[in-house]
C-alpha cells in the first residue's frame, strides 16, 4: 500500500515564503502530484515530479528526493488568495494510473 | 488540457432516496474518467474508474450496487447514489483521463456536494 503524511494545517504571512512537506512510503514509484485545492472546489494540478531536483513554475517550486521519500512545495511571495488547501498525490509503479492523494495541508495566508 | 463540468452543483435530499450525479467532458472525448468522495478535512479516496462502453472498475470496499456508475457516452459519466443515507453526504468529484505529457494528464470537474437529511 501506500502511506502519505503532510501536516495537517499551517500559517503564514502575505509576502512570505512557505515551505509545505510531504512524506511517503509506496511499493515502487511513478511520478508525485502536488494539487491545491481551495474549499468547496475541486483540485488544480500545480506540479508533477518523477526525478529527483527542484521543479520550478513561477512562484511555487516542487523537489522530490526519491531516496528520502520526501518532497516538498515551496511558495513564494505569498498572497492571500494561496489559502487553500495543497495536496500531496504519489503514483506506484505499475499497477494503477492513478495517484494516491494525502489528506492535505490547510494554508491559512495572514495580513 | 480538458474542460470537466459537474451537475449538480449541491444537492439535498432526503434519507432512502436515489441521487444521480453527471459528469461530462466539454471538449475531450473520455474513454475512462473517475469518480472520487471527499469527506472533510479528508483525502480525495477514489471509488470507482469509469470505462466507457463497459462495466465500471470499483476500489476495495465501494458498493457497486450502491453507487451505480454508467459511462454511456465518450463525454458524459454517471454517478447515482442509490437509497442515499446520511453517512453518504459528501464532496462527488470525477476527474478525466487524458494522454498528456507529463503529470497533468487528469482532469477534475468542480464537485457536487451531497447531503442527505
Known amino acids: 500500500g501506500q502511506n502519505i503524511d503532510q501536516p495537517t494545517e499551517m500559517t503564514a504571512t502575505e509576502g512570505a515564503i512557505v515551505q509545505i512537506n510531504c512524506t511517503y512510503q509506496t511499493s515502487g514509484f511513478n511520478g508525485l502530484f502536488w494539487y491545491q485545492q481551495h474549499a468547496g472546489e475541486a483540485p488544480t494540478f500545480l506540479s508533477y515530479n518523477v526525478l529527483d531536483g527542484l521543479e520550478e513554475k513561477g512562484r511555487f517550486s516542487s523537489f522530490l528526493s526519491r531516496s528520502k521519500g520526501y518532497s516538498y512545495l515551496l511558495l513564494k511571495e505569498l498572497q492571500m488568495k494561496d489559502s487553500a488547501s495543497y495536496l500531496c498525490?504519489?503514483?506506484?509503479?505499475?499497477?494503477?494510473?492513478?495517484?494516491?492523494f494525502g489528506r492535505g495541508t490547510s494554508l491559512i495566508v495572514h495580513p | 488540457g480538458a474542460v470537466v463540468s459537474q451537475h449538480p452543483s449541491r444537492v439535498i435530499c432526503k434519507s432512502g432516496t436515489s441521487v444521480k450525479i453527471e459528469c461530462r467532458s466539454l471538449?475531450?472525448?473520455?474513454?475512462?474518467m473517475f469518480w472520487y468522495r471527499q469527506f472533510p478535512k479528508q483525502s480525495l479516496m477514489l471509488m470507482a474508474t469509469s470505462n466507457e462502453g463497459s462495466k465500471a472498475t470499483y476500489e476495495q470496499g465501494v458498493e457497486k450496487d450502491k453507487f451505480l456508475i454508467n459511462h454511456a457516452s465518450l463525454t458524459l459519466s454517471t454517478l447515482t447514489v442509490t437509497s442515499a443515507h446520511p453517512e453518504d453526504s459528501s464532496f462527488y468529484i470525477c476527474?478525466?483521463?487524458?494522454?498528456?505529457?507529463?503529470?497533468?494528464?487528469?482532469?477534475f470537474g468542480p464537485g457536487t456536494r451531497l447531503l442527505v437529511l
Open positions: 476527474s478525466v483521463k487524458t494522454d498528456g505529457q507529463g503529470g497533468e494528464t487528469q482532469y
Open positions: 498525490a504519489v503514483r506506484s509503479e505499475g499497477g494503477s494510473y492513478i495517484p494516491t
Open positions: 471538449d475531450f472525448q473520455a474513454t475512462t
